[in-house]
Every structure is written in structure tokens, then in C-alpha cells.
């Protein structure tokens, strides 16, 4: 009987060993051998077969169900986007006696499965990534577990921030995609949200935001910005700003939350002509290396059971997803070229507040 094989990749998403009992259960229960490969697709360059494939039998996989993080180990391979080193790991699994991949991870790591069964390895993925940035599906694995850990602390945050009246800036993850943001500034009562989606931001535009805010006599506004909207702020020079309040800062320095907040704190006044006390989180790996939440626990386990049953029925080149609720798989061409709108309504609704 010919092997299956599990890799996860990308950013660790909780739900991932969740994922990888589920389809440990279900291999033995079919009688198909298992192997777990190590770091991501690099477990598949070849470099030592030996140490990069592991069985995966009950034994080691049953009790894995609810640890955060993976034990696979993940990793970002570049090489991997290569045609001849993608080619050479469709060899490999070959050789190995591979008959079929499941793939856990978003979606470079999609692109990466489609390039395998492109070279003739039937495989199948499970959308693992917090971002929640896959189109086709409702829900990514590990988005509702990394929401969870931001609304936890942001409630901590707001507590403190309530004591003192002080605004808080939150950075939370998201590389492209805002919704872990969104859903955190909306859960909690975040009064401005700032996410990659909306594009051109200006740091003006929120300190006016925030002064509205402290007008009203709110003095204490959470600030929730995705860390990849960074990158669509308009150009501020940081260090012209804050280096005559005698900040160290220099030249050329990038935005940061520890920064932006520094920034808003000298672009506002409360009432009596002080500037407000701004301070910053950035909640950081807490969201990916969490235990997963129920929810996501409950897709990790129908999505592993799925893969193993399209795989045991000669299917291949498919995506699992959540459609209307309910565990569906998806042609993984169709998958990647899905696109979602933003959501902008909830946006502008919190940011209008
Ligand atoms: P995610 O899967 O979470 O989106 P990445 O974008 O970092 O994370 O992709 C994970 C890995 O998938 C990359 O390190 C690389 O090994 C592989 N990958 C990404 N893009 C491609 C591509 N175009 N072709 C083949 N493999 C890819
Ligand atoms: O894709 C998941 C994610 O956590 C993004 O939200 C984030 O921008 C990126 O990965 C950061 O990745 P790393 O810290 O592993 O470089």
C-alpha cells in the first residue's frame, strides 16, 4: 500500500496539529500508511530524505489533537516557487512511494500543491493561516483562534486604557487582509480600525479621528491596525516629527506601533491642552501560537477527515474549505483565483462612530 503524506507550511495557524490527528485517524482507520515531512515543502528538496519524512502512526499523532503551534514544523521556502526543484520533489515523493500530499497552509503554500499535482502528485489542501485571506472559503483554519486572542486582549487593554484614559494603539496580524482587525475593532468596541484593504492611509486622518473622539469626551480610543497597513500609510517622515520632541528616532526609520502611537500623542490635545498619554500593543505571536479555539478545532477535524477520503477516492487538485457552513472541497485553480471584497460597510461603520 502506497504512503500519504502531510506537510504544513507558512505561518503556523492553530488548528494545524488538530488537522494532522484528524487525518492520522482516518489514514489508519483505511489502512494507508502515513508520513509527516518536516518544515514545509523543504522537507521535500531532497537534502536528507531520512530525517525530513516520519511516520506518522497514532502513536505519535493521536495526542498532538491540541497543541498549539505545529509539530511538523513549518517553514517559507523559496525555492520551492522554482520549476526544477518542484519537479525534483515530485521525483522524491515518487520514490518514497508517495501516492498523495495534503498540504496545510494559505495560499503560497496552495500555489506550491497545485505546482506538485501540475508535475503529477495528486494533492489536496487544508487552508491553514490566521489571516483569513483564501476567497473561496468561509473560514481559514486558525482565523477564528488568532480573532479570539485579540478581542481577549484587547478587552485587557481597554480596562487599563478606561483606569487611565488613555488611547492604545493595537497592532495585530494580517499581511493582506484586514479581518482579523475588523473583527477584533468591531467585537470590541474599537472606535478606529486602520486594514490593508482601505489603501492610501494618512497618519493626519486618524489623529483627526482621535481628536473627534477626545472632543466627545473620549479619552481612552482603541486604535486596532493590521500590520500590513504599514505599508499602504502615505509617506510620514517619523524622524522629522519626533526628533524635536527630543525622541530617539533615526533617519529613515519605518512607521511602527510604538512610533505611531508616539506620533498621535503629539497630534492631539485632550481638553486642558496636554497631550494624551497614546501607549501601544502589538499582540504579535500570541495569535499564531495559540491552542485552538473550539471552532477551529471542529474544521481542523472534518477538513483532515476530507482529505483522507478524496485521497482514498483518487481526488486530487482540490482545496477544503467552509461553504454555508459546511465542509466542501474546492478545484484549487478556482480557489486561488477567488477574490473577496472588502468589507468595507463594517469599516467605515466602526471608523464612523
Ligand atoms: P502561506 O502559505 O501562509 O501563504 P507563504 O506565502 O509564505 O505562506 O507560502 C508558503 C510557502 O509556499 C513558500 O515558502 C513556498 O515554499 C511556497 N510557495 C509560495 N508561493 C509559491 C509559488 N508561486 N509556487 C510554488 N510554491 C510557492
Ligand atoms: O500569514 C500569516 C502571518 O502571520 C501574517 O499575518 C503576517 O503578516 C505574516 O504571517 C508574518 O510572518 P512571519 O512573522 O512568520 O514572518
Redesign the pocket.
Known sequence: MPYIAVLT???D?PGMNAAVTAIARSAALLNMPLLGVDR???GLLGKSPKTDFMELNLEKALDIADLPGTQLRT???????DKAV?ARAAKLLRDMDVAGLIVI????????A??LCEQGIPCIGIP??I?N?LAYTEMTLGFDTAVNVCVDAVRSIRATSRSHDRPHVVEVMGRHCGDIALMTAASTGAEIVIAPEAKRWTVDEIAHRLQSQIDRGNYRSTIVVAEGSWEMMAPFDVYKFLKPYGKEVFEGEPMTAYRFASVLKRKTTMPDGSFPEVRHTVIGYTQRGAQPTARDATFAFESGVLAVNLLQHGVSNRVIGMKHGKVYHEDIEKALKARRPFNRSLYNTINGL
Do not use: H, I
Request: net charge negative; hydrophobic share 20%.
Open positions: 507550511s507558512g505561518g495557524s514545509g515543502f523543504n517553514a517559507r521556502c523559496v525555492e520551492f516557487k518542484q497552509g494559505g495560499d503560497g503554500s496552495f500555489q506550491g497545485r505546482a491553514g493561516t489571516d485571506d
